[in-house]
């Protein structure tokens, strides 16, 4: 499958300093490959640089990654 169908439901890291709708980086493991993806995530989601997101839905528009943090994901 494509790429972007295996990452979803995955866990990554976040690199950058913040994470909002227009930006975020986080770094993702791939049977062996470490990827830096490109996430977006609701502004008050309080996410910060080494937080643990779960990827649910790719965005091809604009080949993002739509986060959510990983305690709300295992809810």
């Known amino acids: 499958p494509p790429p972007e169908k295996v990452l979803l439901g995955r866990t990554c890291n976040v690199r950058s300093t913040r ?18 993806l490109r996430i977006r995530a609701k502004a008050d989601a309080g996410l910060k ?17 739509w986060v959510v943090p990983e305690h709300e994901f295992k809810k």
Request: proline share 3%; aromatic share 6%.
């Open 49 to 65: 640089r080494g937080d643990a997101v779960v990827l649910i839905e790719h965005r091809p528009e604009d080949n993002t990654y």
């Open 19 to 36: 994470v909002d709708e227009a930006f975020g980086e986080a770094a993702a493991d791939l049977d062996g490959a470490s990827l830096i």
